[in-house]
T-cell receptor, first 114, second 113 residues
Framework: DTAVSQTPKYLVTQMGNDKSIKCEQN?????MYWYKQDSKKFLKIMFS???????INETVPNRFSPKSPDKAHLNLHINSLELGDSAVYFC?????????????FGSGTRLTVV | AQSVTQPDIHITVSEGASLELRCNYS??????LFWYVQSPGQGLQLLLK??????LVQGIKGFEAEFKRSQSSFNLRKPSVHWSDAAEYFC???????????FGDGTTLTVKP
């Protein structure tokens, strides 16, 4: 069983479209994250939810909207896609109150905007 | 603010040789430190972590790292590199509880036969 699963794995879409990426974890973790990895492999945090509550919202365009229907799911919706949104998006989770436990990452969603 | 510097963008070693990847951090309190590995087309996998206790920590795949507070460093080592170790390596510093981890820019490891 995959611990943190993301769908889709690949997403190719045109500029201006709206798309969603889904993430689910079966680890019982309370905290989930979205990270963006650009073409130079730099990783930047976008959002974090703790038990369905938004706790981290970095400087991200408001075209990006996370949604957490329950603590096992964290989805990312992107409106009006732009070329610069092309990247790999990683979902991650972490055990509650366990700053030292490290993250468990999904395998990523490669988004290409054409 | 927390930050991580990985001074080496790209390192090439021969198979069987030893490896050291450097990581320097900046953090206002006792840091939680991590090393992750990312194979091509994959997500990141946690190699090892440090938050207290013995400053030499052992991880998976034969890796170890040493925390040196005086140097603000957490360097990753492996005594004998295998071809399968070729990957991207990320050092990260994290906060307690639900806080975020900040990642370094990564070091690409190439292994020569």
């Amino acid at each position: 069983d995959t611990a943190v699963s993301q769908t889709p794995k690949y997403l190719v879409t045109q500029m201006g479209n709206d798309k969603s990426i889904k993430c689910e974890q079966n680890l019982g973790h309370d905290t989930m994250y979205w990270y963006k990895q650009d073409s130079k492999k730099f990783l930047k945090i976008m959002f974090s939810y703790n038990n369905k509550e938004l706790i981290i919202n970095e400087t991200v365009p408001n075209r990006f909207s996370p949604k957490s229907p329950d603590k096992a799911h964290l989805n990312l919706h992107i409106n009006s896609l732009e070329l610069g949104d092309s990247a790999v998006y990683f979902c991650a989770s972490r055990a509650p109150g366990q700053g030292a436990s490290g993250y468990t990452f999904g395998s990523g969603t490669r988004l290409t905007v054409v | 603010a927390q930050s991580v510097t990985q001074p080496d963008i790209h390192i090439t070693v021969s198979e069987g040789a030893s490896l050291e990847l450097r990581c320097n951090y900046s953090y206002g309190a006792t840091p939680y430190l991590f090393w992750y590995v990312q194979s091509p087309g994959q997500g990141l996998q946690l190699l090892l972590k440090y938050f207290s206790g013995d400053t030499l920590v052992q991880g998976i795949k034969g890796f170890e790292a040493e925390f040196k507070r005086s140097q603000s460093s957490f360097n990753l080592r492996k005594p004998s590199v295998h071809w399968s170790d070729a990957a991207e390596y990320f050092c990260a510093v994290g906060a307690a509880n639900a806080g975020k981890s900040t990642f370094g820019d990564g070091t690409t490891l190439t292994v020569k036969p």
